[in-house]
């Protein structure tokens, strides 16, 4: 339960260089040993800060600048969103950044400053919009994805697209039956789509308003945990296998082939 910096320079021979324990929310640090949402579950760079998301408690800062002595430098508490329902899902989920503000989901969206608006410089982080969904009280989002004046979040149940330009009055656009077999579903943006897993089905989000799946899941891709996009490829982390598929030039019609496996 802890921030590790670790020198990659050597492949072969990767080691930790710097290792920062983070803010626990028990009552002692043995109980914090067995509770997992004292563990550090998501971590966003932004220029030489670290955001990390602690589940019982809200988000943590921390100055890598120096990798071998991180430096926490700020500790945010996220109130319940909804404390007079004692079944809502009180845990922060995940966390994005994109320019003076990050964006923080649990029972709906939290939108923080975190820098000046005009000059840029790093801020003690304050809430200035909040954007609240009853129907995700016990399950909460599991991700959100920045995109222009845009937000998407997803979450067992649904995807919702959330217009983010005025961050003190954020509104929701558009909602959206989550289509997985099992209901759950996470994505990454790459140019005009979105890649939402666990199938990989690839949506159309040139008008945000008015989302478009044009691929519902790839042939050969069962329970994809996560992925990352390079260029033409997709890199996919599927029931502990590397899949690797060329997602370049795909049609209405036809599934990816994959390279390898």
């Not at 989550?178 to 199938?199: K, M, W």
């Amino acid at each position: 339960f802890g921030l590790s910096i670790i020198d990659i320079s050597d492949l072969c021979k990767p080691k930790v260089v710097g290792y920062l324990r983070t803010h626990c929310f028990c009552c002692s640090k043995e109980e914090c040993k067995f509770n997992y949402n004292s563990f550090a579950t998501n971590i966003v760079l932004n220029s030489h800060y670290v955001y990390i998301t602690i589940p019982s408690f809200g988000f943590q800062v921390v100055d890598i600048q120096n990798p071998s002595a991180p430096v926490s430098v700020s500790i945010t508490e996220m109130p319940n969103d909804f404390p007079n329902y004692y079944f809502a899902k009180p845990y922060v989920s995940r966390i994005n950044i994109q320019g003076h503000y990050a964006y923080v989901t649990k029972s709906g969206l939290h939108i923080i400053q975190i820098e000046n608006v005009e000059t840029g410089n790093p801020i003690q982080p304050m809430t200035v919009g909040r954007l609240y969904t009853l129907g995700e009280l016990t399950s909460g989002f599991n991700s959100v994805s920045i995109t222009g004046n845009y937000a998407y979040m997803s979450s067992d149940y649904q995807i919702v697209v959330v217009d983010i330009s005025v961050p003190s009055n954020p509104r929701i656009l558009k909602s959206m039956e989550c289509t997985s077999e099992d209901g759950r579903c996470s994505f990454i943006f790459h140019g005009n789509y979105a890649y939402v897993l666990p199938q990989l089905s690839i949506m159309d989000v040139r008008n945000p308003t008015e989302p478009t799946t044009i691929l519902n899941g790839i042939k050969g891709i069962d329970y994809a945990h996560n992925f990352y996009i390079h260029k033409n490829y997709a890199y996919i982390s599927d029931n502990n296998v590397l899949k690797v598929v060329d997602i370049s030039g795909f049609t209405l019609d036809k599934n990816e082939k994959f390279l390898h496996e």
